[in-house]
């Protein structure tokens, strides 16, 4: 859900028989609306909000991947109110490093995701005398972006072994959620294949008499999307030039919080040749750290031309803001050579609805 949250791309995957991982009341009422299956939601998430729990146990999702222990005790407050049983999975943290970059790291022990994984043992144990709770699942997710096979299969070592004592403890564990995390490439990066990626986990997990889910996020949209900007000028600075676009970091965020690298490609018409050069490409907004690229090398596009910015299917779109008051752009599905308008372009009108000037100080008082 997070990567990219649009209701027609949920309601694609939800047609395959996909499920999504939510981390927030929003995002559940996001996956009901888009007609996913609430046996197939699983709710991760270090900040979960009783309403938020409450709307999760009445939606009666499949688990709630419980990430602390005043969290356990409180879903089990909340299910209990409600005459309902929680089902749940504790998130542990397998202190596995991903080998990705530190924002994008969550299952270190310097993380603020996870419990960690020495307690959990005696957490299931004590999950085990809550009456609201059912502990059904096993959870980790240990960071995104990752272009390796071994952190993964080493995270899932470990919750093998934790899931056999827990099967000890007369703990009946029935899911085993692997989280999401793998890569795409975004310029260099060879990710494993996500077949080969299966076949490695499945190759773990035989004769465990387990139901596995995984919460693949940016390899299902990442290279799918393409986020299409307009040049509006061009300005040479004495020791940079800049391509000035109307995409900015409200936008896309990814270039300017991790220094992320997307590919950046004029839109042309044919085989038509221009001269190269290399620019910062920026957008409009009021901050230094509103770029797209630094020292690229591209085509030189002239005003009025476009600029495709390639893998922005995942964590664009979602992660974007109304920064400088700038309305958000539409989103298009392509379908072969079918296209539909599946978010309208923002107004100013979306940009203040809510807000209100109390009486008074519309009266100048
Ligand atoms: C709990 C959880 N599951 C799944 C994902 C998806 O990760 P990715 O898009 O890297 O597959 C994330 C991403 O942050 C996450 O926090």
Redesign the pocket.
């Known amino acids: 859900m ?2 990219c949250s649009n209701l027609a791309v949920l309601r694609t995957f939800a047609n395959l028989g996909g499920g999504v ?1 939510i ?1 927030s009341g929003g995002e559940l009422f996001r996956a009901l609306r888009a007609g996913v299956a609430p046996s197939k939601i699983v709710y ?2 270090v900040g979960k909000k009783p309403l938020e729990m409450d709307y999760a146990l009445k939606a009666d999702i499949l688990m709630f ?1 419980v990430e602390s222990e005043e969290e356990l005790q409180l879903l089990n407050q909340r299910a209990l109110a409600l005459g309902k049983k929680a089902r749940i999975a504790l ?1 542990v943290n397998p202190d596995v490093d991903p080998l990705t970059h530190p924002y ?1 790291s ?1 299952g270190l022990k310097s993380n603020k ?1 996870g419990i960690q994984i020495e307690r959990a043992r005696e957490i299931y144990l004590q999950a085990k005398q809550l009456p609201g709770l059912d502990s059904v699942g096993l959870d980790c ?1 240990i ?4 272009t390796e096979l071994a952190p993964f299969l080493e995270a899932v070592s470990i919750l093998r072994k934790l899931l056999g004592n827990l099967r000890k403890d007369g703990v009946d564990i029935k899911y085993l959620d692997i ?5 795409i490439p975004y310029d260099q990066e060879t990710p494993p294949a996500p077949g080969d990626y299966g076949a490695a986990v499945l190759d773990l997990v035989e004769n465990m008499d387990i139901t596995l889910i995984m ?6 949209v ?1 290279n799918a999307g393409v986020m299409v900007t307009q040049v509006l000028y061009n300005k040479h600075g004495p020791e940079k030039s800049f391509v000035i676009v109307d995409a900015a970091m409200n936008d896309l965020i990814r270039p300017s919080l991790y220094r992320a690298y997307h590919s950046i490609i004029k839109v042309k018409k044919g085989n038509e040749q221009s001269s190269r050069i290399v620019a910062d490409i920026v957008g409009p907004i009021c901050e230094s750290s509103d770029f797209l690229a630094r020292g690229r090398e591209i085509d030189e596009p002239a005003p009025g031309e476009l600029l495709a910015v390639m893998s922005a299917g ?2 664009g779109f979602s992660m974007s803001s109304n920064y400088n008051s700038r309305p958000r752009c539409a989103e298009v599905l392509v379908d072969g050579s079918n296209y539909y308008l599946i978010r309208q372009r923002e107004t100013y009108e979306d940009l203040i609805r809510g807000e209100t000037i109390p009486g008074h100080i519309l009266e100048g008082k």
Do not use: C, M, W
């Open positions: 997070k990567a991982d981390v991760s998430g991947n998130r994008i969550t995701f997710h960071g995104s972006q990752l989280g999401g995390g793998l890569g919460e693949p996020g940016r390899v299902l990442g995942a964590y």
